[in-house]
């Protein structure tokens, strides 16, 4: 893809904007921002905590193993607890749930906004909306996906409140 704009009248190359990181092309470190977070640690730490097929076995309604997909949900709430709110959750929540099967264009409105909410935080909560942007991608216009979707996201913010740390010990 060529690029054109104004580079060009203060005799930078035409055709590539000058790199955040100085290293023209190299994807990985452009992904990376300045606070070590990345789409490709994000995605080692989703499928550490959710399994490789992670996209599968949360939007699929028959479970491998229920269990162990409450025990996954549960693990990765706790270790979000510290670093995430109960509002910042919540409030993504809502929107999620009011999503309706008759419109499910709006779930793809939603991504844009959660990209605005990730701007705005910190590795953990990025990490989670890398996740949820990933599903919402993978849902496919099918009404039992977004049924599991919404049932995944309520599941991480019940267990997310039952690890929530007390009080004034944050």
Known sequence: MIIMSHYSK???DKQTPPSRSGNKG???EENENHSGWS???ALEEIKESFGANYVSEILSKKKSDYNDYIRRVKAYAEGTAKE???TQL?????R???IKISNLDDLHVLRPKLAFVAGRSDKKMKTLVFLL???ITKIDDDPEKLCQFQDFFEAIVAYHKYYEPEKGSK
């Open 90 to 94: 919540r409030n993504i929540f809502s």
């Open 133 to 135: 942007d990933v599903l």
């Open 84 to 86: 995430i709110t109960t």
């Open 10 to 12: 203060h005799g930078r």
């Open 96 to 98: 999620i749930k009011k």
């Open 39 to 41: 789409e490709e640690k």
């Open 26 to 28: 190299n994807q990985s």
